[in-house]
């Protein structure tokens, strides 16, 4: 069961772009339906990037960073880069101490 909190949401981007706004807690429970939304994303027509905008994220473990790294790396092998970008607080922090921040080339 997922924490109540968590969503996904399509956001406009510029052509070739898909921009993911992710909400609420990234956890063991939502970390699949991350990779599941990133899959979808990144098998549309056109789309060589997938921005995960993380303004509204407020909790990030261990399991969802794997999950964010799982979802890079399947984009990567698809030939479709991944990015983080707009991460705050203690999200920014996890992402700065994992090193998945700077290899995401959060901003």
């Known amino acids: ?11 406009p ?10 909400h609420g807690e990234l ?6 339906n991350l990779e599941g939304a990133v899959a979808v994303a990144r098998r549309a027509p056109g789309v060589r990037a997938v921005i ?7 909790f990030l473990d261990a399991a969802g960073v794997a999950g964010v790294v799982r979802a890079a790396l399947a984009a990567t092998a698809a030939g479709v880069q991944l990015r983080t970008e707009n991460a ?3 999200v920014c922090r996890v992402l700065d101490i994992t090193g998945v921040g700077e290899w995401l080339h959060s901003r």
């Open 27 to 32: 956890d063991l429970e939502a970390a699949s």
């Open 13 to 22: 981007a510029e052509p070739g772009v898909a921009r993911l706004r992710v």
């Open 88 to 90: 705050t607080g203690i």
């Open 52 to 58: 995960l905008d993380l303004t509204s994220l407020t």
């Open 1 to 11: 069961m997922l924490t109540p909190p968590f969503a996904i949401t399509e956001h």
